[in-house]
């Protein structure tokens, strides 16, 4: 059993994985004076940077997350890839892991997750599991191919418009040994993004719905709220993730990314258990940022209110460009100088071609300039605008 917590103090909080969402859990924290513990997968990493009591080890190690959490009361997420019985396991040391497996097992087997909306009743596109060539020509090109498991950022998706196409995410599949979901192509006008924040008393609060822009499966930009969006169809994306958080019992930051269909409807793509792209946004934009309301929800606290401080918040993300040179620090003057309301996040990560590296937030009163100010930004940090001119 883990060590009683120290009554005096607030209770410390386990976090699983070293990248940039568990870095931006640590300024919400300091905020509200809440010790946060780090288990990072290397020396150096983007949360091990700025949050000093972390553990440098592997997630997938039993013993490992024992130590981390010894002590704590809560443990939650940077990423969704802790082995379920792992999960189990610290619960029955009388950890609080939120959210917990029974929930979580739904962002991390595409397969469990159709199966459990099509249970409730929710919109999903047409979908089964496939073995074979002949299953997949069975289900129908062209069509999507998703392992089940371990996919992220356009990683294990594939479209595929003939047999010919399917050797390779079979052979992903046989040699990973996870299943392989056949999906149907949808024809969306966009892409779009409920996010909700669920406590375990109940409590839940609901982001405006926002639209994302994907390139190669990449979150690259977020326009808060989504703009010309039908007042009734936004309703039914937050209606379907309050039903989600409820109904799987989520703990925490939960967001539902949904195809708005070129007829009117709204198809759940993907579920995301912990902050997500098309919630940083957020720090900027609204009363209380994702970051935050993830800790007030794992440690029960009552939820800040989701409401936008401006009419518009649009999120670029700065990624790294095809050939690196300086730093990104050199895009401070020049970015800073020109748009004195800009706000910027670097995440402390070295920089690879299509890395994220940082976002940066603009936000007011009109769309076109919103759009262009974060987009010249995150263009200049990127290296993009040739001989840097206005």
């Known amino acids: 059993m883990a060590p009683a917590a120290d009554p005096h103090h607030a209770p410390t909080l386990a976090v699983i994985g070293g990248g940039q969402l568990a870095r931006m859990m640590a300024q919400p924290a300091i905020a509200l004076g809440l010790p946060l513990r780090l288990l990072a997968e290397a020396e150096g990493v983007s949360a091990a940077q700025v949050i000093p009591d972390h553990v440098v080890g592997d997630y997938r190690d039993l013993d490992t997350l024992r130590t981390v959490t010894a002590g704590c009361s809560v443990v939650t997420f940077d990423h969704e890839h802790v082995p379920t019985d792992h999960l189990h396991a610290l619960e029955d040391d009388g950890i609080a892991v939120r959210p917990g497996p029974g929930a979580l097992v739904h962002a991390q087997d595409k397969a469990v997750m159709?199966?459990?909306?099509?249970?409730?009743?929710?919109?999903?596109?047409?979908?089964a599991l496939v073995t074979s060539v002949e299953d997949v020509a069975s289900f129908g090109f062209p069509c999507v191919l998703k392992t089940t498991r371990g996919g992220y950022d356009g990683k294990g998706v594939w479209f595929v418009s003939g047999p010919e196409e399917c050797a390779e995410p079979l052979?992903?599949?046989?040699?990973?040994?996870?299943?392989?979901?056949?999906?149907?192509?949808?024809?969306?006008?966009?892409?779009?993004?409920?996010?909700?924040?669920?406590?375990?008393?109940?409590?839940?609060?609901?982001?405006?719905?926002?639209?994302?822009?994907?390139?190669?499966?990449?979150?690259?930009?977020?326009?808060?709220?989504?703009?010309?969006?039908d007042p009734d169809l936004a309703g039914r994306a937050q209606e379907i993730a309050l039903t989600v958080a409820g109904a799987l019992d989520v703990t925490g930051v939960l967001a539902v990314e949904l195809f708005e269909t070129t007829d009117g409807r709204v198809l759940v793509n993907e579920l995301a258990m912990r902050p997500h792209n098309t919630g940083h946004w957020t720090q900027d934009g609204a009363v209380t940022s994702q970051f935050e309301n993830h800790l007030r929800a794992v440690l029960d606290l009552p939820l800040g209110s989701p409401a936008p401080r401006s009419r518009w918040t649009v999120m670029v993300n700065i990624l790294g460009g095809?050939?690196?040179?300086?730093?990104?620090?050199?895009?401070?003057?020049h970015a800073l100088a020109r748009d004195p309301h800009l706000r910027v996040h670097l995440y402390g990560k070295d920089l690879r071609p299509g890395r994220k590296v940082g976002h940066v937030n603009a936000y007011g009163d009109d769309l076109d300039d919103c759009l262009e100010r974060a987009r010249h930004a995150a263009a200049w940090f990127r290296g993009d605008l040739g001989d840097h001119s206005e």
Do not use: K, M, N
């Open 322 to 333: 095809p050939a690196e040179t300086g730093r990104l620090y050199d895009g401070y003057p």
């Open 114 to 127: 159709r199966a459990r909306l099509d249970e409730l009743g929710l919109p999903s596109p047409r979908h």
């Open 171 to 229: 052979r992903v599949a046989a040699e990973t040994g996870v299943r392989l979901l056949a999906e149907e192509v949808v024809d969306f006008r966009r892409e779009l993004s409920a996010l909700v924040a669920r406590s375990p008393s109940g409590q839940a609060a609901a982001y405006p719905v926002v639209a994302s822009t994907q390139v190669d499966g990449i979150c690259v930009e977020v326009v808060a709220p989504a703009p010309d969006l």
